[in-house]
C-alpha cells in the first residue's frame, strides 16, 4: 500500500486560500505572541506547500507598514486584507469588519481563483461563505473552538459577540465539508444540528523534528522532580488545579510557563492571583513562573520536566499534549475535548477529571514513583505523534477533504443545492 503522505506527488497541484482573520501566521515568526491558531495555519500552511501545492493565507492587516503580500516560505504567501483600520484590535471586536474582509476576498478571487478556500475560526468561516457564495469554489471550514462550549463553562465571563453560536451554525450548515480536530466537536457540532456526515475528524500536529526526546534539556531546580504546566495564563487552562495538586507532591517542583513576557509578570493579575494562591497552600517556594517561553526554547523545557500537566477545564484540541509527546514526555490530562484523543489513558500518559486537584496529584504521583512507567509512556507518546499527528499526516488528511469536497463539486447537483 502506498504512503498517504507522499501520495500527492502524482496528483493535480491545488491553488488553496486559507483564512485566519485574526490569526496570522507570521507572528510565528515573532515569538512569544503566537497562538495556537497562528501555529496551526502557519504549519498546515508549509506542510501543504511541501506537497506541492500554492498556499495564500489571508489574514486581517493590523499594522499600516505590513506589506499587501509577504512570503512566508517557499509556496506560501500571506496575504492582508484591508478591514477594519489598520492597528491591532481585539479578536472579539472583529466582526464588524468581517462583511468588507468577505468583498475583499470576492473581489481578488475574481482574478485569482482558488481551486478550494478553508476558514479558520468562525468569522473568518462567515467572511469565507460570504466570499464563496453562488462562486462554485469548494469552501471548508475548521472551527478551532466552538462558541457553545466557550458560553457553557464561562458563562457570563465569556466575552464573544452574541452572534457567535448561531453564526457558526449559520457557517456550518452554508459549508461544504467541516475539517474538525476531534471526535468530541463533531458530537457537538451535531447538538447544533450540522450533520454528523459533513465532517471529517483532522487532527492538529506537531514538528516532531524539532519536538523530540533527544537534545538539551532546560536546567533543573533543586527539587527531585519537576512538573511542567505550560500555556496562556487564563482560568480555564488550569493552573491553579496544578499549583493545588503540588501541595499533595512533596519534593517536586512545578514550572508554569506562559503568559506575559517575563519583566510583566509582577503587573499580571492571573499571576498575582495563582502567586497569592500558591502562598496560601505552602508551595509559593516551588512554584516557578518563566512568563512567555520563546518557541525555540520551549522543547528543551519540555525535556526538563518527569511530567507535563494539562489541566484545561475544556480543551478545543490542545497543542500542548502533542509537544509533550513528541519529546518522548508521560502526559496527565484533563479527560476533555481533543484531549480524549490526543491522550491514550493507561498508554501515553493518564486522564483525570477536570478541576480535580487531589485526582490530579494522585495520577503525578503514580508517574513519579514509577521511571520505568513514565519511559513507556514516553515512548508510546512519541510513536503515537509520529503515526498520527505529524503536519505531513495532518496535511494529507486535509488534502483528502480537499479532493473530496472539489469531486463533489463538479459533479451535478439537485436543483437548489449550494
Given at each position: 500500500?502506498?504512503?498517504?503522505?507522499?501520495?500527492?506527488?502524482?496528483?493535480?497541484?491545488?491553488?488553496?486560500?486559507?483564512?485566519?482573520?485574526?490569526?496570522?501566521?507570521?507572528?510565528?515568526?515573532g515569538g512569544v505572541d503566537a497562538?495556537?491558531?497562528?501555529?496551526?495555519?502557519?504549519?498546515?500552511?508549509?506542510?501543504?506547500?511541501?506537497?506541492?501545492?500554492?498556499?495564500?493565507?489571508?489574514?486581517?492587516?493590523?499594522?499600516?507598514?505590513?506589506?499587501?503580500?509577504?512570503?512566508?516560505?517557499?509556496?506560501?504567501?500571506?496575504?492582508?486584507?484591508?478591514?477594519?483600520?489598520?492597528?491591532?484590535?481585539?479578536?472579539?471586536?472583529?466582526?464588524?469588519?468581517?462583511?468588507?474582509?468577505?468583498?475583499?476576498?470576492?473581489?481578488?478571487?475574481?482574478?485569482?481563483?482558488?481551486?478550494?478556500?478553508?476558514?479558520?475560526?468562525?468569522?473568518?468561516?462567515?467572511?469565507?461563505?460570504?466570499?464563496?457564495?453562488?462562486?462554485?469554489?469548494?469552501?471548508?471550514?475548521?472551527?478551532?473552538?466552538?462558541?457553545?462550549?466557550?458560553?457553557?463553562?464561562?458563562?457570563?465571563?465569556?466575552?464573544?459577540?452574541?452572534?457567535?453560536?448561531?453564526?457558526?451554525?449559520?457557517?456550518?450548515?452554508?459549508?461544504?465539508?467541516?475539517?474538525?480536530?476531534?471526535?468530541?466537536?463533531?458530537?457537538?457540532?451535531?447538538?447544533?444540528?450540522?450533520?454528523?456526515?459533513?465532517?471529517?475528524?483532522?487532527?492538529?500536529?506537531?514538528?516532531?523534528?524539532?519536538?523530540?526526546?533527544?537534545?538539551?534539556?532546560?536546567?533543573?531546580?533543586?527539587?527531585?522532580?519537576?512538573?511542567?504546566?505550560?500555556?496562556?495564563?487564563?482560568?480555564?487552562?488550569?493552573?491553579?488545579?496544578?499549583?493545588?495538586?503540588?501541595?499533595?507532591?512533596?519534593?517536586?517542583?512545578l514550572v508554569v510557563a506562559g503568559?506575559?513576557?517575563?519583566?510583566?509578570?509582577?503587573?499580571?493579575?492571573?499571576?498575582?492571583?495563582?502567586?497569592?494562591?500558591?502562598?496560601?497552600?505552602?508551595?509559593?517556594?516551588?512554584?516557578?513562573?518563566?512568563?512567555?517561553?520563546?518557541?525555540?526554547?520551549?522543547?528543551?523545557?519540555?525535556?526538563?520536566?518527569?511530567?507535563?500537566?494539562?489541566?484545561?477545564?475544556?480543551?478545543?484540541?490542545?497543542?500542548?499534549?502533542?509537544?509533550?509527546?513528541?519529546?518522548?514526555?508521560?502526559?496527565?490530562?484533563?479527560?476533555?475535548?481533543?484531549?480524549?484523543?490526543?491522550?491514550?489513558?493507561?498508554?501515553?500518559?493518564?486522564?483525570?477529571?477536570?478541576?480535580?486537584?487531589?485526582?490530579?496529584?494522585?495520577?503525578?504521583?503514580?508517574?513519579?514513583?514509577?521511571?520505568?512507567?513514565?519511559?513507556?509512556?514516553?515512548?508510546?507518546?512519541?510513536?503515537?505523534?509520529?503515526?498520527?499527528?505529524?503536519?505531513?499526516?495532518?496535511?494529507?488528511?486535509?488534502?483528502?477533504?480537499?479532493r473530496a469536497v472539489s469531486a463533489?463539486?463538479?459533479?451535478?447537483?439537485?436543483?437548489?443545492?449550494?
Amino acid at each position: 500500500m502506498s504512503d498517504p503522505v507522499a501520495a500527492s506527488a502524482s496528483a493535480e497541484p491545488l491553488a488553496i486560500a486559507l483564512i485566519s482573520e485574526h490569526a496570522s501566521p507570521l507572528a510565528v515568526l515573532g515569538g512569544v505572541d503566537a497562538g495556537g491558531q497562528n501555529v496551526h495555519v502557519a504549519q498546515l500552511a508549509g506542510a501543504l506547500a511541501d506537497r506541492g501545492h500554492q498556499v495564500t493565507v489571508y489574514t486581517r492587516r493590523d499594522d499600516a507598514a505590513l506589506d499587501v503580500t509577504v512570503p512566508l516560505r517557499p509556496g506560501v504567501l500571506v496575504h492582508h486584507v484591508p478591514a477594519g483600520p489598520p492597528e491591532a484590535l481585539p479578536k472579539d471586536d472583529l466582526l464588524p469588519h468581517m462583511p468588507a474582509f468577505a468583498r475583499h476576498l470576492a473581489d481578488q478571487w475574481q482574478s485569482e481563483r482558488p481551486d478550494v478556500v478553508h476558514a479558520h475560526f468562525w468569522m473568518s468561516g462567515l467572511a469565507g461563505l460570504w466570499a464563496t457564495e453562488g462562486s462554485g469554489i469548494p469552501f471548508l471550514q475548521t472551527y478551532h473552538a466552538l462558541g457553545t462550549v466557550k458560553r457553557r463553562h464561562q458563562g457570563a465571563a465569556d466575552t464573544s459577540p452574541p452572534d457567535r453560536i448561531s453564526s457558526e451554525r449559520y457557517v456550518g450548515l452554508g459549508c461544504d465539508r467541516i475539517v474538525a480536530t476531534c471526535r468530541d466537536e463533531v458530537e457537538e457540532l451535531a447538538a447544533m444540528g450540522i450533520p454528523r456526515a459533513k465532517t471529517d475528524i483532522v487532527p492538529c500536529g506537531v514538528d516532531p523534528a524539532v519536538f523530540r526526546p533527544d537534545g538539551p534539556a532546560a536546567p533543573r531546580g533543586p527539587y527531585r522532580h519537576r512538573l511542567l504546566h505550560l500555556g496562556r495564563l487564563v482560568p480555564r487552562k488550569g493552573a491553579a488545579v496544578s499549583v493545588a495538586a503540588l501541595g499533595q507532591l512533596p519534593g517536586a517542583e512545578l514550572v508554569v510557563a506562559g503568559g506575559p513576557p517575563p519583566d510583566a509578570l509582577d503587573a499580571d493579575p492571573e499571576v498575582r492571583r495563582l502567586r497569592a494562591f500558591a502562598a496560601e497552600l505552602g508551595v509559593a517556594d516551588r512554584v516557578r513562573f518563566t512568563g512567555a517561553v520563546p518557541p525555540a526554547s520551549v522543547p528543551a523545557l519540555m525535556r526538563s520536566a518527569d511530567v507535563v500537566l494539562c489541566p484545561a477545564d475544556y480543551e478545543p484540541f490542545g497543542i500542548v499534549p502533542l509537544e509533550a509527546m513528541a519529546c518522548g514526555r508521560p502526559l496527565v490530562a484533563s479527560a476533555v475535548g481533543g484531549q480524549l484523543d490526543s491522550v491514550v489513558h493507561g498508554v501515553t500518559g493518564l486522564h483525570v477529571p477536570p478541576a480535580q486537584p487531589r485526582l490530579l496529584a494522585g495520577a503525578v504521583r503514580l508517574l513519579l514513583a514509577d521511571p520505568a512507567l513514565r519511559a513507556q509512556y514516553g515512548r508510546a507518546a512519541r510513536q503515537r505523534v509520529l503515526d498520527r499527528f505529524s503536519w505531513a499526516r495532518v496535511a494529507a488528511a486535509t488534502e483528502d477533504s480537499y479532493r473530496a469536497v472539489s469531486a463533489a463539486a463538479h459533479a451535478p447537483r439537485p436543483a437548489g443545492a449550494r
